[in-house]
């Protein structure tokens, strides 16, 4: 598995690895339906968001004492280093804050249940809740493993594109990406549709 660590259209740093999107795994058979429900709004999240909170909770799985980060051949080993330093940092403040708001709301879904059929709320915001926590410990363990940067040529040009604000290069750029790693969807990560005003 691979991981990259390179900035999107917008000039954000964007952390996510080779493998798919897939659906988050709970056995449950009592409220299968919920659940269902629940898991198909939870995949209508941006997949900017979803591929980089699942990258981060394979993290916590991995068992090798470095990871393997892609990133641009144009910044320096210690510029990317510090810069990977602070975009952890910044993510772990990030899904404290966002627990604790899920940790405040959840009581509220209980209210959902006075609805009629099943609480599609509660149960969206516990694989909300389940995913940010998973991505949490995830970033735990990758600020105490090691990180093996390596240079990548065509992440380097992809970057120079943004900065030089070509769009005009960015659809044969996404897909030599796409080709080079064995990607899938990279349009919607790293340049997704911008929101009309």
Not at 92 to 107: A, D, F, Q, Y
Request: glycine letters at 6%; zero cysteines; aromatic letters at 10%.
């Amino acid at each position: 598995m691979i991981f990259f660590f390179i900035r999107d259209a917008g000039h954000k740093y964007r952390f996510f690895s080779t493998e798919p999107v897939r659906a988050i795994e709970v056995r449950t058979s009592r409220w299968r339906k919920l659940w269902e429900k629940a898991k198909a709004k939870l995949l209508l999240l941006p997949q900017r968001s979803l591929r980089q909170e699942q990258a981060l909770a394979r993290i916590a799985r991995l068992e090798e004492p470095a990871v393997r980060i892609l990133a641009s051949a144009r910044t320096e080993d210690k510029k990317i280093r510090f810069r990977f330093f602070l975009f952890i940092q910044k993510q772990r403040t990030r899904h404290v804050l966002l627990l604790i708001g899920e940790t405040l709301l959840l009581p509220l879904s209980g209210l959902a249940m006075l609805l009629p059929g099943p609480n599609v709320f509660f149960g969206a915001l516990a694989l909300l809740m389940i995913t940010h926590w998973q991505a949490f410990r995830g970033l735990q363990h990758l600020a105490r493993k090691g990180h093996d940067f390596e240079a990548s040529e065509l992440l380097a040009e992809w970057e120079e594109a943004v900065e030089a604000k070509a769009e005009d290069r960015f659809p044969r750029l996404l897909e030599g990406m796409e080709q080079a790693y064995g990607l899938s969807g990279l349009r919607k990560v790293l340049w997704p549709p911008r929101k009309s005003p």
